[in-house]
């Protein structure tokens, strides 16, 4: 086998390339419900725009006649004034713009993140087992921020600096026309430069969100397997992995600072030289009396104030191509196919039965069926065991009944009718499963056992009391209003998986799924939890994953499996008679408990 290198880690959730004009689409539908704040926002900072070229509009008669002995005492005293409303205007149009295009983009955030959680709800089954938790959690909670950034920060640049840039260059036109055109010149230089800068930006960008996604994910796998981690004596190994990707992680961020540093310095040389050819021919105009002094020192004025919002536009390609990179991955979310929402069959209760007819089915990337050809009949209230060595295809046969994958050959019938008729959520209606992995989320006792549907204190009273929890929840400090912790850690592993037959009995779905829900306890908890089982049994049609095959011994048939195919079928006694490959493992098992 081969070792895992430090850097080899899950391929994450990828960014696929979109361009930017297909980007700004997209977002367009989530901008236009708020159409009229946006043209509002967009109005106060044109005004914030317009007051910017005030300034050195007024610089013109200050210098020319406020200075000058014919000047006016009135005349001479609107100008400071006029700079003070000047001031007022410029900052609650600035403070207004802010606080609107805010409340757009926190409103667009929050679309965003539900619809991205909304697709990930209804994604396929394959679709978590292609991807990460980590990339997920990255795409929904920190990527969309990118998404706000840009929003924000990115729109207030461009739009505003653009408008402050478009009034500066008409003033700059009014009062020398000909001085203007070294700058008109300089414009499309500085444009060619940007996007030679934006296009290796984005790729970088894309590399950069990749490199921080695998690492989130040795993250995720160190806190997972803690526990594994410290008894093997792995932190060096760990440590060897995340430094090697921090690493990588460093030389993109240096690359992209080099890449991104550069627009702004060369810009401001490129300005410098157009500055210094209109200085020299701004003196050229003064001694052919072409100019005076005011003109001059207003144009030299706007010219300078014009440099600024310059660098800002230079300054926002930066996260402005790393928010387009956010929206690939946002985008590639919310495009995930959703699973099938089945058919429009209603179905209120089923009675149980459960048809197997020749199914089949393959994983995409495995050449061998990983079910071939399985057929067989679970009647009403009928306690179905699947036994069979690990790789057989017993976990895979089960999670096709509630349409987690769908067979690739064959039909699965319930009462009589196909899965794929029923619609899917009543179908999923009719199943509940306990498996020995339990999942627990972090709420009260009484949400988990209620979870997905209200919470009635009394059938969650009877559901634990079936489950032979009731005293136990009685004696924690908050009853069932007790929150269980991450993934239940405050309970004990045997309370754990009582809590999880609780909610099981509480759906009281006719059919059930059981995977071994006893094999990792003690023989205490095992006791209790084997009470809770039978109790939630009663009645229901059961298909039982048997890996302890003592667990089984009371079942009304087992199904041997092997390879995908069901190779023995019978009682317990009656497959022990036969002395095939059940009797086989039955004898292994027994040396075993034994020894």
């Known amino acids: 086998m081969t070792k895992k290198g430090p850097g080899d880690v899950k391929a994450p959730l990828t960014a696929k390339p979109i361009a930017n004009m297909a980007v700004f689409r997209r977002l367009r539908r989530y901008l236009q419900p708020h159409l009229f704040v946006l043209i509002a926002a967009a109005l106060s900072m044109a005004l914030v725009a317009a007051s910017e070229a005030g300034i050195p509009w007024l610089l013109k008669p200050l210098v020319d006649r406020g200075f000058g002995q014919g000047a006016s005492g009135t005349s001479r005293w609107m100008i400071p004034v006029a700079v003070v409303v000047l001031a007022f205007v410029r900052g609650v149009a600035q403070y207004g713009s802010g606080y609107l295009l805010s409340w757009v983009t926190n409103r667009v955030l929050q679309e965003l993140r539900r619809e991205m959680f909304r697709k990930m709800l209804h994604a396929r089954v394959a679709f978590f087992q292609r991807e990460t938790a980590s990339t997920i959690i990255n795409a929904v909670v920190f990527e969309v921020n990118q998404i706000l950034n840009t929003l924000s920060g990115v729109m207030v640049t461009l739009v505003r600096d653009s408008m402050t840039v478009l009034c500066l260059l008409a003033l700059l036109f009014y009062r020398n026309w000909r001085l203007t055109l070294v700058i008109a010149v300089i414009l499309p230089v500085i444009a060619w430069l940007v996007g030679k800068i934006n296009r290796r930006l984005r790729r970088l960008n894309r590399d950069y969100q990749q490199q921080t996604n695998q690492l989130s994910y040795i993250v995720e796998e160190t806190v997972g397997g803690y526990k594994v981690v410290k008894v093997h004596n792995g932190e060096a190994y760990e440590m060897g992995r995340f430094e090697e990707m921090s690493r990588r992680l460093r030389g993109y961020s240096m690359r992209m600072t080099v890449a991104g540093g550069l627009a702004q310095p060369l810009t401001q040389f490129i300005a410098s030289i157009a500055l210094a050819i209109v200085l020299a021919i701004a003196m050229i105009q003064s001694a052919h009396d072409q100019t005076t002094v005011g003109g001059f020192v207003s144009f030299v004025t706007a010219m300078l104030l014009i440099i600024s919002p310059l660098k800002h536009l230079t300054d926002v390609n930066q996260p402005l191509q790393r928010g387009m990179t956010a929206a690939e991955l946002i985008f590639g979310l919310i495009d995930e196919p959703p699973e099938t929402s089945g058919g429009d069959r209603r179905l209120e209760r089923a009675r149980g039965e459960v048809r197997f007819e020749r199914v089949s089915f393959s994983y995409g990337n495995v050449t061998r069926p990983t079910l071939d050809a399985v057929s067989f009949v679970a009647r009403p209230g009928e306690m179905i065991a699947l036994a069979g060595p690990s ?32 619609r899917l959520e009543d179908l999923r209606r009719q199943i509940a499963f306990v498996s020995q992995e339990v999942v627990l989320f972090n709420d009260s006792i009484a949400a988990n056992v209620a979870y997905g549907q209200e919470i009635d204190a009394a059938r969650v009273d009877a559901a634990l009391a079936a489950a032979n929890l009731r005293n136990t929840v009685a004696a924690m400090p908050d009853g069932v209003d007790t929150l269980v912790g991450d993934n239940g850690m405050r309970l004990s592993g045997g309370q754990r998986q009582r809590l999880a037959i609780a909610r099981a009995i509480y759906k009281d779905a006719p059919i059930l799924i059981l995977d071994e829900a006893t094999s990792a306890l003690d023989s205490e908890s095992e006791r209790h939890v084997q009470e809770a089982l039978e109790v939630l049994m009663r009645g229901r049609t ?51 408990e034994e020894a």
Not at 561 to 588: D, F, T, V, W
């Open 391 to 422: 790789g057989s295809g017993k976990t895979t046969l089960v999670n096709l009944l509630p349409r987690f994958f769908d067979a690739t050959d064959g039909r699965i019938l319930v009462d009589g009718v196909p899965v794929e008729e029923y």
């Open 542 to 592: 059961t298909l039982v994953i048997a890996h302890r095959l003592s667990t089984i011994e009371r079942a009304d048939r087992i199904l041997v499996m092997e390879a995908g195919q069901i190779i023995e079928e019978g009682s317990h006694a009656e497959l022990l008679k036969r002395g095939g490959l059940y009797a086989n493992l039955h004898n292994i098992q027994y040396q075993r």
